[in-house]
């Protein structure tokens, strides 16, 4: 049962993270293309939205914690930090040593993030 518990947690992290991704991309490319904001306010500005969602979704509905607000919300801004230095990091290193477009950079550094966020949400922030 507890195996059945963390793949439908998965999944769901899964669609919550899809729909932040959604959320935060186009975010960073309204204001980098359209709004013409430098690519870190961007980038920062776009994570802070997709990190409301992600906290709200996967707090009532991936994990369904019943854990007590504040220690929830401490430890997903922990999380979240972590998560967001690695991917503001890979950024730096894709937009200075890479040919890449900036908006792809930004794209890739989104997986960055996901992948380290999903591991620390699992095993740190709502581990029951």
């Not at 996967?58 to 929830?72: E, G, L, M, P």
Request: charged share 10%; net charge positive; aromatic share 18%.
């Amino acid at each position: 049962m507890n195996q059945n518990k963390s793949i439908i947690q998965l999944l769901k992290f899964g669609i919550v993270g899809v729909s932040n991704t959604l959320l935060t991309a186009i975010t960073i490319w309204i204001l980098l293309k359209v709004l013409h904001f430098n690519d870190y306010s961007s980038n920062i500005i776009g994570y802070i939205v997709g990190l409301i969602n992600s906290f709200i979704w996967n707090r009532k509905w991936t994990f369904a914690s019943d854990k007590k607000v504040k220690d929830t919300i401490f430890k997903f801004s922990i999380t979240f930090a972590i998560s967001y230095l690695f991917q503001l990091g890979n950024l730096y290193l894709l937009i200075h040593y890479t040919q890449i477009d900036s908006y792809i950079c930004q794209l890739i550094s989104i997986v960055v993030y996901t992948v380290i966020n999903f591991i620390l949400n699992k095993y740190y922030t709502f581990k029951e």
